[in-house]
C-alpha cells in the first residue's frame, strides 16, 4: 500500500479539492463555458437511444445510481505500453452529468509512467496530485512550453485544445483525478492520432511532416497496429 494515500484524511482533502474545482468550472461564465448551459434541472442520458442530438437526449426514468460511481476509487493497472492509465468518470459512466458541463477522471502511473502527449478538444483540465511526483507541461499555438515538477496536494491546469502531458520520473507510483469543464472532453492522442488513424494518414504526409522517410514512417505506423485477436 502507498503510504498515506489511503488515510482518511487524504480521501477527505481529495472530494473536496475535486467537487470544488468541477463546480468552480461548472459556474464559469456560459461564454467561457465548454458545454452549453442546460434548460433543467436534469437531464440524465439515455445512452442507449437511437436519436442523435449535440450530446444526449433524457431518459424517462431517472434513480440516485445515474448520479453516482465508483469508478475512481481505485488505481487503475498501468501495465500498458505508456506505463499509465486514465479512468475516466464522464457522461458515458455517470449519465446524470449529461448537460452539467462536469466530468472527472483518474490517471495513475507507474514509475517511468507517461499520459503521452494529447489535447482535449472540449475542454480544459485542472489535475490534483493524490500521490507521487510528476513533470507536466503544456504547449502553446506560438511554440512555448510551460512546464512545472507537480506532488501530492498540487494543483496544475491544462488549457482547453492545447497539447500537453505528464511523465512519473520518480521510482514509485502516481495518481491524479482530473476535472474537466464538459460532461465529455474528448482526448486526441498525438502519436496515436497521427500514426494508429483510420483509414491511414498517407505516408507521403507524415514523412514530409516529420522529415523522415516511408520507411520510418512504416515503423512508426507498425507500433500504434490494432492488436490482432
Known amino acids: 500500500m502507498i503510504a498515506g494515500s489511503a488515510s482518511w484524511s487524504s480521501s477527505v482533502l481529495l472530494g473536496a479539492v475535486a467537487v470544488a474545482v468541477a463546480l468552480a468550472l461548472a459556474a464559469a461564465p456560459s461564454s467561457l463555458a465548454a458545454d452549453p448551459d442546460y434548460l433543467q434541472d436534469i437531464c440524465v442520458a439515455d ?10 437526449p433524457c431518459k424517462a426514468n ?8 465508483g469508478v475512481l476509487a481505485k488505481p487503475g493497472a498501468t501495465n500498458t505500453t505508456t506505463g499509465s492509465v486514465v479512468t475516466g468518470a464522464n457522461v458515458e459512466k455517470v ?9 472527472l477522471s483518474r490517471i495513475d502511473y507507474a514509475p517511468g509512467g507517461l499520459n503521452p ?23 502553446t499555438t506560438a511554440n512555448k512550453l510551460f512546464a512545472k515538477t507537480i506532488a501530492q496536494g498540487d494543483v496544475f491546469a491544462f488549457p482547453r485544445g492545447l ?13 491524479v483525478i482530473s476535472a474537466f469543464n464538459s460532461q465529455l472532453p474528448g482526448t486526441q492522442s498525438i502519436a496515436m492520432t497521427l500514426f494508429g ?3 491511414e494518414v498517407p505516408d507521403g504526409v507524415l514523412a514530409k511532416a516529420f522529415q523522415i522517410d516511408d520507411e520510418e514512417v512504416d515503423k512508426i505506423k507498425a507500433k500504434f497496429a490494432p492488436k490482432k485477436t
Open 197 to 199: 488513424a483510420s483509414p
Open 117 to 139: 502527449p494529447h489535447t482535449h478538444p472540449r475542454a480544459t483540465e485542472v489535475v490534483f496530485v493524490l500521490y507521487g511526483e510528476l513533470d507536466v507541461g503544456f504547449i
Open 47 to 56: 445512452l442507449n437511444s437511437e436519436v442523435k442530438v449535440n450530446g444526449f
Open 95 to 103: 449519465p446524470g452529468l449529461n448537460t452539467l458541463g462536469v466530468s
Open 62 to 69: 431517472a434513480t440516485a445510481d445515474d448520479f453516482f460511481s
Open 163 to 175: 497539447v500537453h502531458f505528464q511523465k512519473n520520473n520518480g521510482d514509485k507510483p502516481a495518481a
